[in-house]
Each structure stands twice: as structure tokens, then as C-alpha cells.
């Protein structure tokens, strides 16, 4: 599968992120461009769709959240599949899906993403422009819609049971009493690495995107202090509105936590981190955890010099401006410092037990 890609500008400084979701799915990228004034039609600008059509490629994945018309508007200009950022992501969603609320929650976002295109391809198909390519014609169109209506509703269903289930677990826990403990952080920060390292457990930890999409939750000591720890899904820049449900939705067991340890790559770059620490904390605000106890856990120490660390531990403490956080650097992977970290978890649990 060769893929062409299309940037929107404003992701150009985020370049390799982007691609790196793309290669998540597609590894073979025949090249990228920058789309610097989006065109309502197509996305694309008219020349650009030119050049499209003397190259050899299977599909075209955008980078941005695109329209209906706009997806329907740039397979039948190019007669090649289109992707979006939406479906890009959701489709990674899918390759990680374990448990069987994950497979859900994603094929319910999967629905709610494609059910607007299928209505366009009716509206299209009405006044005699859906011939040929995605051709299925106006009856065979409405008849895809209804059925993936009912699919929804079947869903719905399915999840609301799904999290019942899961909601009299969480409640059984809580009655033995044990504190609860949520690792988060971006995509790819090292959270896993640091479940397994506290739980002794081998998850599958990867570089890809969304390695862990189920919520997984052990008990561990910390110290003289027994505790569940749960490992969520991560987090990402700009998640799409279509991703948005599904996402949160495995984010229910961090707003019943008691302590949150937010999980930082100290190998990138200053400005991408406190860009991340900011989407952080945006999505901890919005499911209900302002004001929670949380510790920055800055990972990854063993991959950067001394004198860099000195510096993004200044940087970060000149944004966080929060006695209340804590930040700690570790390394997960080579057990750097996690002797501190599982003291300092006790200590700030102790405080809230106390409350």
C-alpha cells in the first residue's frame, strides 16, 4: 500500500508526529506535501490534484478532519481511497482493540464517523453524480445507511452493559479500600514501561501510537502502602471530535482515581513537552480531575544529558508554577529514580487518605 500525505499547515511543526501516526498503518509514504489554504471543495487546490493524478499511489490520507463533500468531492476527482486524520486514527484504534469494550467504543466512532458520508453519498446519488466509482446508487446507499443505524443503536447497547460490568468492579474495589493510582501522559511517553516496572507485570509496551487502548489496573505496594494502579490509554494533540466519546470513555478510571501520575517524554524537545503537559491537562479538566493530586513523572532521564535535563526541569517549573504537582524525572526503563517515585506516591496517597 503506497500512500500519498497531505500536511495542513498548521501540523508542519508536528511533522513527525504526524507521520509517525501514518506509518502506524501505512509504512510506505511516496511523499508529503504541505496544504497551506485548505480548498472547501476538495481540501486540495486544483493544481495539487493534478499532480495527483500522474502518480502511482493506493491512497491519499489527509491530515486534517475533512468534510463529507470533501471526501466524496476527492475520490471521485483522483478514483482512489481517501483517509482522513479522524479515520486515520480510529483505524489505529482498531489494530490495538484487545478487550472487548475498546473493539466497541471504537466501532461505535467508526459509525459515527461514517454515517455523515454515507448521507452525503445518498444526496449525491439523488441527483445522478455517485455513478461509477462509489457508484452504489441512491437505493443501495440508503439501504448501507439503515443498516449501520441499527448496528449503532446494537452498540450503544453492548457498551452501556459493557461499562455496567465494569462500574460494579470498580465499586467492589473501592469497598476493600485500596487507594486508587492513574497513569497517563501522551502517546508513547513510556506509561506502560512504568506500569510494568511498578506492577513487575510485561505488558506489550511499542513505539506505535496506542499501544494500550483497555485500561489495565493491578495492585501494587508502595512501601507500607497497598494501592491499584491503572494504566489508560494515551493522550494525542487535536484528537477528533469522531475519537472523542470512544477516548474518554477509557478515561473513566482516572476520574475516580485518587492520584495521577502524568507520564513525560524528556527526550523530546521543551516546547513539545509543555505543548503536551497542555493537553494534558486540558483533557484532565474536561472528565472532571481539576484539582486532583497528580505528579509529573518526566521519563526517558537516561536518554538525555545532565545539563539538558537541568534545563527542561527549570522550563517546566517556570510553567507548572504549582506547589501542589510535584515533578520527578525517572527513567522506567532503567529503573532510574523509581525508588523515589514510589516513596513520593506513598507519601501524597497518606495525604489524601487523611482528607
Not at 437505493?139 to 448496528?151: A, D, P, V
Request: charged share 30%; hydrophobic share 40%.
Amino acid at each position: 500500500m503506497i500512500v500519498e500525505v497531505a500536511v495542513p499547515k498548521k501540523y508542519v511543526e508536528y511533522l513527525d508526529e504526524e507521520l509517525s501516526l501514518v506509518r502506524t498503518v501505512y509504512p510506505v509514504i511516496e511523499d508529503v506535501f504541505v496544504v497551506k489554504k485548505p480548498s472547501r471543495k476538495t481540501y486540495v487546490s486544483a493544481p495539487v490534484l493534478d499532480e495527483l493524478r500522474k502518480k502511482r499511489f493506493d491512497k491519499l490520507v489527509v491530515m486534517d478532519s475533512l468534510k463529507p463533500t470533501q471526501i466524496i468531492n476527492l475520490v471521485r476527482e483522483l478514483r482512489k481511497d481517501v483517509v482522513d486524520r479522524s479515520m486515520l486514527i480510529l483505524e489505529i484504534f482498531a489494530n490495538h482493540a484487545g478487550s472487548l469494550e475498546a473493539k466497541l467504543q471504537i466501532e461505535l466512532a467508526q459509525l459515527r464517523r461514517n454515517l455523515p458520508l454515507i448521507k452525503e453519498a445518498i444526496r449525491y446519488a439523488k441527483i445522478g453524480e455517485m455513478h461509477g466509482f462509489l457508484g452504489a446508487g441512491e437505493y443501495g446507499f440508503e439501504k448501507y445507511y439503515f443498516m449501520l443505524k441499527r448496528r449503532e443503536n446494537k452498540v450503544r447497547r453492548e457498551i452501556e452493559r459493557v461499562r455496567r460490568t465494569r462500574s460494579l468492579r470498580r465499586e467492589r474495589r473501592e469497598r476493600l479500600g485500596y487507594p486508587h493510582v492513574a497513569i497517563i501522559g501522551y502517546t508513547c511517553a513510556g506509561k506502560t514501561t512504568l506500569f510494568n516496572r511498578l506492577t513487575r507485570l510485561s505488558k506489550p509496551v511499542g513505539p506505535e501510537p496506542f499501544t494500550t487502548l483497555t485500561p489495565k489496573s493491578y495492585k501494587v505496594r508502595f512501601n507500607s502502602l497497598e494501592a491499584v494502579v491503572t494504566d489508560t490509554v494515551g493522550f494525542i494533540r487535536d484528537l477528533p471530535p469522531e475519537v472523542v466519546e470512544a477516548f474518554y470513555a477509557t478515561l473513566e478510571e482516572v476520574a475516580e482515581s485518587d492520584l495521577i501520575l502524568n507520564v513525560l517524554d524528556s527526550s523530546k524537545p521543551l516546547e513539545r513537552i509543555m505543548g503536551e503537559v497542555e493537553t494534558s491537562m486540558s483533557i484532565l479538566s474536561k472528565i472532571g480531575c481539576k484539582g486532583k493530586p497528580l505528579i509529573h513523572v518526566l521519563n526517558k532521564i537516561d536518554l538525555v544529558s545532565s545539563e539538558r535535563l537541568n534545563g527542561i526541569m527549570e522550563g517546566l517549573t517556570r510553567v507548572l508554577n504549582n506547589d501542589q504537582d510535584s515533578l520527578l524525572p525517572i527513567s522506567a526503563e532503567k529503573d532510574i529514580n523509581i525508588d523515589k517515585l514510589i516513596m513520593l506516591v506513598e507519601a501524597t496517597l497518606r495525604k489524601v487518605l487523611r482528607k
